[in-house]
Structure formats: C-alpha cells, structure tokens
C-alpha cells in the first residue's frame, strides 16, 4: 500500500521538526499506542494495540528515524510482530517546506503485512494503512498547532480525550 499526501501546518518550520523527534509525540499520534521508548537517535521501541478487521493484535516492535536532514526531510521506519496475527512494517518519507510562518508537510507512506493480517484482503489493508496514515498526521498537526481563538482546552480530533490542541505547541513556546 502506498499513499501521498500533504497538509499545511500553522507552526513554524523548527517547530514541526522538534515535534518529529518527539517520542511524547509521536506516542500521542501513533493510533493504539501504549508505550514508547527510546530516542531519535537510537530509535524508539513500541508496543500498538489494533484491530483490522476482526484480528486484534499487540505489536511490539521498533521505529527508526534515518536520513535525517534538519529541518528538510526524515523517514520514518518501523516494524511490529503481532503474535499469531502476523507482522507489520512500514515507513514514511516525510519533508517539510517553510511556507512564512506556517509550514508545508509532504509525506508518502508505504506499509506491508503478512500473516493472518494479509489474509484480510489488500481492499481491508489498504483502508485500514490509509486511516492509520490520516489518522497519524491528523493528530499530528493538531499538536503542533496553536490553537484557534475562542478554542482554548478544545479536546483534539480523534484523541483520546486527553490531548489538547496545539500542546506541544505551547509546550516549545
């Protein structure tokens, strides 16, 4: 499965690329994320609860950082093994383009399965890689950016309750 896209992010270049490198982050936007370790440099262990179709799985694996050319462009790559359910990897080529004070971010996603996983069907896998995609960089903007006017402690879109907009945002402020 392969997937591009881009979306414009109101935060500045520096901003955005200090939230990649952020494990706090990337934990609140990898959807089903229960724990994250690690560093941008040594790379980040996880563990990930989902469900495609009716397998439900804990992955646990590993998510690198490579060609990290700051603050242009980084991939992001990871692998998961879910027990019986089968594996996951997958990766992102991500660049990021100052626009004035906001910032263009590029990404082409590509994800592979295998194990039961796989026996979904590629039209199952593709949408469930997609949603996990949107879904990832959704929660993504909502961190970095600051919030609207009149919007103060709005809860972010599709967290988990405990996300704030634009937190990490005025964490780096």
């Given amino acids: ?6 979306r414009e992010l109101r935060a500045d270049i520096d901003t955005v690329w ?9 934990k609140a936007c990898v959807p089903g994320c ?3 370790t690690g560093s941008p440099e040594e790379g980040f262990e996880a563990v990930v609860v989902q469900k495609v179709g009716p397998v439900k799985a804990t992955f646990k694996g590993s998510v690198e950082l490579l060609d990290m050319v700051k603050p242009e462009s ?9 027990g019986a359910a089968g594996f996951a990897k997958g990766g992102a080529d991500v660049r990021l383009e100052a626009k004035g004070d906001a910032t263009m971010l590029h990404y082409d996603v590509e994800a592979k399965v295998g194990g039961k996983l796989a026996q979904l069907g590629s039209r199952i896998i593709d949408g469930f ?3 996990m995609a949107d879904e990832f960089f959704n929660r993504f903007q909502n961190a970095v950016e600051p919030p609207e006017p009149g919007d103060e402690g709005t809860e972010a879109e599709g967290g988990d309750g405990a996300a704030k907009k634009g ?7």
């Fill in 18 to 26: 200090a939230a990649l490198l952020d494990p706090e982050v990337l």
């Fill in 1 to 6: 499965m392969q997937l591009t896209d881009s």
């Fill in 129 to 131: 890689a997609k949603k």
């Fill in 34 to 36: 229960e724990e994250m």
């Fill in 74 to 82: 980084l991939r992001i790559q990871g692998a998961g093994k879910g």
């Fill in 167 to 173: 937190w990490f945002k005025r964490l780096v402020s």
